[in-house]
T-cell receptor, first 110, second 111 residues
Framework: QKEVEQNSGPLSVPEGAIASLNCTYSDRGSQSFFWYRQYSGKSPELIMFIYSNGDKEDGRFTAQLNKASQYVSLLIRDSQPSDSATYLCAVTPDDYKLSFGAGTTVTVRA | DAMVIQNPRYQVTQFGKPVTLSCSQTLNHNVMYWYQQKSSQAPKLLFHYYDKDFNNEADTPDNFQSRRPNTSFCFLDIRSPGLGDAAMYLC??????????FGQGTRLTVV
């Protein structure tokens, strides 16, 4: 079983719509959860982090964490063409290790 | 100002010729990571350090080695690069269970 799994893409949404990304993780002891955005040929950049169960909002982005279900999600509201990228879910299972999911590629259609 | 710096940005090496990639940080973070990322794939963790405490992933090939002589610097050595080692190599730093900061990566080409 992979440590971090993301819903398979690619995901295509019209401009202004909500993009919904999902991630599950296998290690129940995981403490920290991150969403990174990666443009083609570039390094990942952090867009959200969440440590506690519930929702966390930052601008057009909302992260949701449910530790009981081992599930973390990211919602992108009012999607813009500049949001077109690959979104990587990352988890710290133990010992400061940071593991990534395979990523979901999002395309926002103008 | 760049906080995690990788050199070089692009590296071309010959099949079988040892190559070293470098990473430096100005953040004074305890944790440093090396990832390999191939096209359209997730970053794959090769190693990570907590200070000098070295952690090697079980599936990291023996061909890959790493050194961290001090807090600021970390090196990735590929002893005998093969064509399958062509990838983007990403260095990142963290204080632990907080966000990781990435360098711009080194694109390795093996010819």
């Amino acid at each position: 079983q992979k440590e971090v799994e993301q819903n398979s893409g690619p995901l295509s949404v019209p401009e202004g719509a909500i993009a919904s990304l999902n991630c599950t993780y296998s290690d129940r002891g995981s403490q920290s959860f991150f969403w990174y955005r990666q443009y083609s040929g570039k390094s990942p950049e952090l867009i959200m982090f969440i440590y506690s169960n519930g929702d966390k909002e930052d601008g057009r982005f909302t992260a949701q964490l449910n530790k009981a279900s081992q599930y973390v999600s990211l919602l992108i509201r009012d999607s813009q063409p500049s949001d077109s990228a690959t979104y990587l879910c990352a988890v710290t299972p133990d010992d400061y290790k940071l593991s990534f999911g395979a990523g979901t590629t999002v395309t926002v259609r103008a | 100002d760049a906080m995690v710096i990788q050199n070089p940005r692009y590296q071309v090496t010959q099949f079988g010729k040892p190559v070293t990639l470098s990473c430096s940080q100005t953040l004074n973070h305890n944790v440093m990571y090396w990832y390999q990322q191939k096209s359209s794939q997730a970053p794959k963790l090769l190693f990570h350090y907590y200070d000098k405490d070295f952690n090697n992933e079980a599936d990291t090939p023996d061909n890959f080695q790493s050194r961290r002589p001090n807090t600021s610097f970390c090196f990735l050595d590929i002893r005998s690069p093969g064509l399958g080692d062509a990838a983007m190599y990403l260095c990142a730093t963290s204080t632990g269970n907080t966000e990781a900061f990435f360098g711009q990566g080194t694109r390795l080409t093996v010819v």
